[in-house]
């Protein structure tokens, strides 16, 4: 053989005798078949199989296998981000013609994909109160296709009726899909609750070290899988197999920092609620945060974020007091390692029902620092908080467990 030749993998290494405890990566565009008969029947295998590296590697399989046992699902597929599972799970539901429900607490770049995308495609988007029960029934009409829940919302942290909605829904055939981000599976299953969909930010706590996008779907039912993974097809989405091994190691740990963050968490925002510069903690372990209920009664435990309404007063000296954080990263993103926080100037926008408070708001996601450093840390900012609050104006939220 010549050397041209020599420098490629015409042999396998054999790897009989071989076992690690890791899931291999691997790597492919192109996938090779024994015999032509496979390859030609290649496509029936994007489903189960393996016939291009787009639609899916051993790593890739294995992580899908891996979310779907956590979320009590036949199937889960991945896909490159959080908001692409949002995107295929309603492109593969809602025609044109057809409507799709959105809580007025969702992840906000629904807004502009609902106004900008869907309509365009002539998919009429509602919002609703996410504190809405069975009187959601009150908006199902022939034309809606989907009713999206999303709890706890983003930012302001609803919990919602989820079982309540999914059988208003059911009852006229229409199906649910959820945004389960800040639970995770480990807190909060959705198809247990009536879901249809279940989508998963893998960005997140899933993943949980700030060095990956990527998102997944779990479903029970087949026929919903291979339909999701035709659409995925049709818009070309896939998932590196180099990300996914990073989020199956991820997930190895996903139990502990869960528990780390969620005790720290808690013990942090039941100390601001007493602050005279926060007028509302938003944490759905607190009594007084909206959908406490259904929280104790759906979920097994929380996370590590929280959210916070400061008075208004605070607007001057904010950005300084959170610039002197010394363990909180000024960040968009959560549920990595490193505790961070975002700030929003004015209270996200709401379509259906206004928010008790204007903003500004500041959210929390508590990472694996030690808890008293972090509350050493937000102690020292909310003096210089509290310090811009003219003491009358104040109020509090009172005892909380
Ligand atoms: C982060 C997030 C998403 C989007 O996930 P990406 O992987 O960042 O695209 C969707 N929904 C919620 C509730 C999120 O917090």
């Given at each position: 053989m010549h050397d041209e030749t020599l420098c490629l993998p015409i042999r396998k290494?054999?790897?009989d005798g071989f076992e690690s405890l890791v899931v291999p990566l691997h790597r492919a565009s192109t996938i090779t078949f024994q015999t032509v008969e496979s390859y030609q029947n290649r496509r029936d295998a994007i489903y189960d199989g393996y016939s291009y590296g787009l639609y899916g590697t051993p790593?890739?399989?294995?992580?899908?296998?891996?979310?779907?046992?956590?979320?009590?699902a036949s199937r889960a597929l991945v896909v490159p981000s959080g908001f692409?599972?949002?995107?295929?799970?309603?492109?593969?539901?809602?025609?044109?013609?057809?409507?799709?429900?959105?809580?007025?607490?969702?992840?906000?770049?629904?807004?502009?994909?609902a106004a900008n995308f869907l309509q365009g495609l002539g998919i009429k988007s509602v919002f609703y109160d996410p504190e809405v029960g069975s009187e959601i029934s009150q908006l199902l009409d022939d034309d809606v296709a989907l009713v999206w829940v999303e709890s706890p919302g983003s930012i302001t942290?609803?919990?919602?009726?989820?079982?309540?909605?999914?059988?208003?829904?059911?009852?006229?055939?229409?199906?649910?899909a959820a945004d389960n981000a800040w639970a995770t599976p480990l807190r909060y299953r959705p198809l247990e609750h009536g879901c249809d969909f279940s989508i998963i930010p893998l960005s997140k706590y899933l993943n949980g070290h700030s060095d990956v996008v990527m998102g997944a779907i779990a479903v029970r039912d087949v026929a919903l899988y291979r339909r999701l993974k035709d659409f995925s097809r049709y818009l070309g989405m896939g998932a590196s197999s180099d990300d996914a091994s990073l989020v199956l190691r991820g997930i190895e740990t996903l139990a502990v920092r869960l528990d780390r963050s969620?005790?720290?968490?808690?013990?942090?925002?039941?100390?601001?609620?007493?602050?005279?510069?926060?007028l509302e903690v938003r944490h759905p372990?607190?009594?007084?945060?909206?959908?406490?209920?259904?929280w104790k009664r759906d979920f097994s435990g929380s996370s590590g974020v929280f959210s916070v309404f400061l008075d208004p007063a605070v607007r001057p000296v904010l950005a300084g007091a959170v610039e002197a954080l010394e363990f909180f990263a000024i960040g968009a993103s959560w549920g990595g390692t490193r505790s961070v926080v975002a700030i929003l100037n004015q209270a996200p926008l709401r379509s259906v029902r206004p928010l008790p408070h204007t903003g500004p708001i500041?959210?929390?996601?508590?990472?694996?620092e030690h808890v008293e450093d972090l509350r050493a840390d937000l102690e020292k900012a909310f003096d210089r908080l509290d310090a811009a609050v003219p003491a009358h104006a104040t109020q509090t939220q009172g005892a909380d467990t």
């Open positions: 290494t054999p790897e790593t890739t399989r294995a992580l899908e296998m891996r979310i779907a046992e956590l979320e009590r692409a599972a949002i995107v295929l799970t309603t492109l593969a539901s809602a025609q044109s013609g057809q409507c799709v429900l959105f809580p007025d607490s969702c992840y906000d770049t629904i807004r502009p994909f942290l609803e919990v919602q009726d989820v079982p309540a909605i999914a059988a208003a829904a059911h009852a006229r055939g229409i199906k649910v969620e005790a720290s968490a808690h013990i942090l925002a039941q100390l601001l609620q007493a602050r005279p510069s926060v372990a607190l009594v007084a945060s909206p959908g406490h209920d259904f500041i959210r929390l996601s508590i990472g694996l």
